[in-house]
């Protein structure tokens, strides 16, 4: 018996010293379990509800491609497009309009990147591919009728 109570003691312990650092996987694991300490979401609303743009992003330069996937209670809307070199990185959709439609019923969404900050190699097309997602709640896709995903290029639209 004194030894279960012991081996619970060092458990509880161990389990309560992790506080999430990089040492404990487990603890490291918080509400998403694929951001492991390293930086925060991209997209910040401000207190008056505008999104605002992370520093030093800019839209992807290259063309995008859109496809749409059916989720639950919603669906997930996914852009890929192919960087002109390799080291663009945190790629991210940003909805204009806080993700409100305009008056055509088209919620448009900036796909930005960050630029590589020393030149890169071109390299193969595969090491160069960008991938965004948003999730777009049912509650939010009634009354649209589409969506838009702007590039430095132009953009893309899907119908709904």
Excluded: H, W
Excluded at 20 to 25: A, D, F, H, I, L
Excluded at 79 to 101: C, D, F, H, K, S
Excluded at 114 to 130: A, I, K, M
Aim: include cysteine.
């Amino acid at each position: 018996m004194m030894r279960a109570v012991i081996t619970g003691s060092i458990l509880l312990a161990l389990a309560a010293c992790g506080n999430g650092s990089g040492s404990n996987p487990l603890g490291s694991l918080g509400s998403n379990p694929f951001s492991r300490g390293g930086n925060p979401d991209p997209v910040v609303v401000s207190a008056e509800g505008r999104t605002i743009v992370p520093e030093g992003s800019i839209l992807v330069p290259a063309p995008v491609e859109v496809r749409p996937e059916a989720a639950l209670r919603g669906m997930i809307l996914r852009a890929t497009a192919t960087a002109p070199t390799q080291g663009y990185y945190g790629a991210v959709l940003i909805p204009e309009r806080r993700g409100a439609p305009d008056e055509d019923g088209i919620v448009t969404y900036q796909f930005r990147v960050f630029p590589p900050v020393e030149d890169s190699p071109t390299g193969p097309v595969r090491t160069r591919q960008l991938t965004a997602a948003a999730f777009v709640p049912d509650k939010a896709i009634a009354g649209v009728s589409g969506f838009r995903i702007v590039s430095q290029t132009g953009g893309v639209s899907i119908g709904r």
